[in-house]
Structure formats: C-alpha cells, structure tokens
C-alpha cells in the first residue's frame, strides 16, 4: 500500500472513531488533505488513545490465544 492510501485509511478510521464514539464532540479534522501532511490537523487526543486501547486490546486478545 502506498503514502496516500495509508494515510487516507489512518484518517478515515479517525474519521469514524470521531464520529461514531465521540459523537463529533471532539475536533477530528484529520490530516489527510491533498498534499498528504503538508496542512495542519486538529485531532483530540482522546481519539487517537481510544484507537490506541483498541489495539492494545485486540494485540492482547490475539496474543493469548
């Protein structure tokens, strides 16, 4: 998978943890515009350590099978 498609999925799932878990009460306007990183993004910390917790906890459930 290339730059622009990684980055396009990472912020879609910003995208959908933003609107689907925090309601888009927190700011998640990403950072995937056309020139890949090159603007500014505001995205809550809380949506990026809920990602984080989802990982760890999937890791966690793979790890101990």
């Known amino acids: 998978m290339d730059k622009h498609r990684t980055v396009e999925r990472l912020c ?3 995208s959908q943890v933003g609107s689907k878990i925090f309601h888009s ?5 990403c950072f995937c515009d056309t020139s ?5 993004a505001t995205i809550d910390e809380k949506i ?5 917790d989802a990982v ?3 890791m966690d459930l ?3 099978k």
Do not use: C, F, N
Not at 25 to 29: L, S
Not at 48 to 52: F, L, T
């Open 62 to 64: 793979t790890h101990h």
């Open 48 to 52: 990026i350590a809920y990602i984080e």
């Open 25 to 29: 009460k927190r700011p998640h306007d």
């Open 36 to 40: 890949l990183l090159g603007g500014s």
């Open 56 to 58: 760890r906890i999937r």
């Open 12 to 14: 879609q799932l910003v």
